[in-house]
């Protein structure tokens, strides 16, 4: 039989990747990475305001570059024999659509209108809206946030198209349906955007608009005309079926495959979620909890319906039959800002150097900076008297979403140089973490081991070795620099018909692991006393700032 290839495509917040992937192997025999222009010069975004917006255009763009460039290196007969690609991006990074399913920063008019883009996961300008959404739930026949945690995050389709609807009457008027980017970047592919005949991604919905079976689909029209009359009759511009990603969404069109060079049969799966195909990728079994770890953390859980649906877990971000792996319930919680605490204080230092000494030092210094604190953070003593800090500088994603919250770093003298303030800041990092797995073990889910994707868990020894005392349990990091594309070609091969389930692709396919971070049990107790002191400002932060 003739080797068959998928493609994985991972859109992260900067960056589209693409992936070559030979199904029968797991193989990676392709990869690029195409960083979006405009988003790059910060183009549409206020980080002030919390406000921040990608333009189709970059994705269309990275689209076939990350694709193009991937499918540089590869033999003719590869080409020939892609049968399947499978994208999974953000979320939730819903966009208002016209009804051709157009973005509407795609017409001319709306061209350079940030609220006709997509509105990325990161941005909290809906902060009021969820808050209403919450009260409404909470005071409504049906809780319709009780599958998502309790609490409903501005950080999710509902707030963020009820706040741009208050806010652009352009839009209103405009806007047919809205549509989140895995969905409609899959469906560019198959070359038939129509919002209605789209087939949705049964993650995107569950976890954040509140789709559930229970429910026969959205919360009702009662419901969201009572949130606010302008939502009137947008839910059957919506959906009410979703599916999950070994689904098809289509049939390549001949327009991509031309532009593509590859077969026009290649099947499209049906999207999803970075962190959620990530976990297939990192070959998530029932019970590994398995962290994303990169400018945020996402945290995975798959466990049997049967074992664990009859629970509400609170405070998460949703608990949803087969939003990772079909016929499984899956489970997301995670950070609003990891990696990006790291980037902040970079910034900080970096910042005054680019205006005092010019951009070439600025670029060497944050090309250096963090290694450089890191290096010397890991040789730092770990004391129950060290600074605190806490990592809410991007709001509280969970436990508990609250996104208007702060961060803060206590306990400073005049000894605190950059380093001991780098140092606290990792820790902060963790103790966020450890704030998650404990919530899960507190509302019965139990977690058998850790594993690790994603940037930060590829290239800090340091980051690592952190989280791994401070949560006293072993982690595990997979050895796929492409976890969430290796994921996203595993679901392509099952759409494609190539493996009959997911278990089976991904027992072929899947990332194996390359080290493993054992607890220090010198520096585990004091780890515990520092924790204490964190939730404890944490409290304090929370009743006071
Ligand atoms: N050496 C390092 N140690 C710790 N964190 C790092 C290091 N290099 C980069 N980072 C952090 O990695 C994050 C980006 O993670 P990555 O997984 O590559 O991207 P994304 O989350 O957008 O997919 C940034 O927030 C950055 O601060
Ligand atoms: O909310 C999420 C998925 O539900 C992710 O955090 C979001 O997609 C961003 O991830 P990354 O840190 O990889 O850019």
């Excluded at 945690?149 to 352009?170: C, H, M, P």
Aim: proline share 4%.
């Amino acid at each position: 039989m003739k080797n068959q290839f998928v493609i994985g495509v991972d859109y992260g917040t900067d960056s589209v990747r693409a992936l070559v992937v030979n199904t029968a192997t797991g193989e990676e025999v392709g990869t690029a990475v195409h960083y979006y222009a405009r988003w790059k010069q910060g183009l549409y975004c206020d980080p002030a305001s919390s406000q921040f917006r990608q333009h189709p255009l970059d994705y269309l763009e990275g689209l076939q570059n990350s694709i193009a460039g991937a499918l540089e290196g590869v033999s003719d007969e590869v080409k020939q024999n892609i049968v399947g690609i499978s994208v999974d991006t953000t979320g939730s990074t819903p966009v208002a659509v016209d009804q051709n399913g157009t973005p509407l920063a795609l017409l001319p008019e709306f061209a350079e209108n940030p609220n006709g883009m997509f509105i990325l996961w990161k941005d909290h300008t809906a902060n009021a809206e969820a808050e209403e959404i919450n009260h409404l739930a909470h005071h409504w026949d049906t809780d319709f946030t009780k599958y998502v945690g309790g609490i409903y995050s501005s950080e999710w389709f509902w707030a963020k198209i009820l706040r741009t609807l208050r806010v652009d009457e352009s839009i209103r008027e405009k806007a047919y349906s809205w549509v989140e980017h895995c969905d409609w970047v899959s469906a560019v592919l198959t070359g038939n955007t129509d919002p209605i005949a789209m087939r949705r991604s049964r993650c995107a919905a569950g976890h954040k608009a509140l789709w559930h079976q229970e429910f026969e689909g959205l919360p009702s029209e009662e419901f969201l005309t009572k949130l606010d009359p302008l939502l009137g009759g947008l839910r059957d511009r919506l959906f009410s079926e979703t599916y999950t990603s070994d689904n098809s969404m289509g049939t390549i069109s001949k327009e991509w495959a031309d532009k593509l060079g590859i077969s026009d049969k290649a099947v499209i799966g049906v999207g999803a979620f970075d962190c959620h195909m990530g976990a297939v990728g990192a070959d998530i079994q029932p019970y590994s909890l398995c962290k994303v770890i990169g400018t945020s953390t996402c945290d995975m859980l798959v466990a049997p319906n049967e074992e664990i649906g009859h629970l509400l877990i609170r405070g998460i971000c949703g608990q949803v039959d087969g939003s990772i792996i079909p016929g499984m319930l899956g489970m997301e919680a995670g950070q609003s800002a990891f990696g990006d605490l790291y980037a902040w204080f970079q910034k900080v230092i970096v910042g005054p150097v680019r205006d005092l000494l010019g951009q070439e030092a600025a670029d060497k210094l944050s090309a250096e900076l963090i290694p450089y604190l890191s290096e010397k953070a890991s040789e730092l003593p770990v004391k129950a008297t060290d600074i605190v800090s806490v990592d809410w500088m991007n709001g509280r994603r969970t436990p508990d979403a609250k996104h208007t919250l702060k961060g803060g770093i206590i306990g400073l003298n005049l000894g605190s140089d950059a380093v001991k303030i780098f140092k606290s800041l990792v820790e902060a990092t963790a103790f966020g973490a450890r704030a998650i797995s404990d919530r899960f073990q507190q509302e019965g889910v139990p977690i058998k081991q850790v594993i690790a994707i994603g940037g930060v868990a590829k290239k800090s020894p340091f980051v690592m070795q952190t989280l791994a005392d401070v949560l006293n349990m072993p982690i595990k990091v997979a050895s796929s620099d492409q976890a969430c594309a290796l994921g996203a070609a595993i679901c392509a091969s099952v759409a494609a018909g190539v493996y009959p389930d997911m278990a089976s692709a991904q027992k072929n396919m899947a990332s194996a692991f390359d080290a493993t971070y054992e607890p220090r049990p010198e520096v585990v107790p004091i780890y515990e006393a520092l924790y204490q002191r964190y939730q404890g400002i944490g409290q304090y932060i929370e009743e006071n700032i």
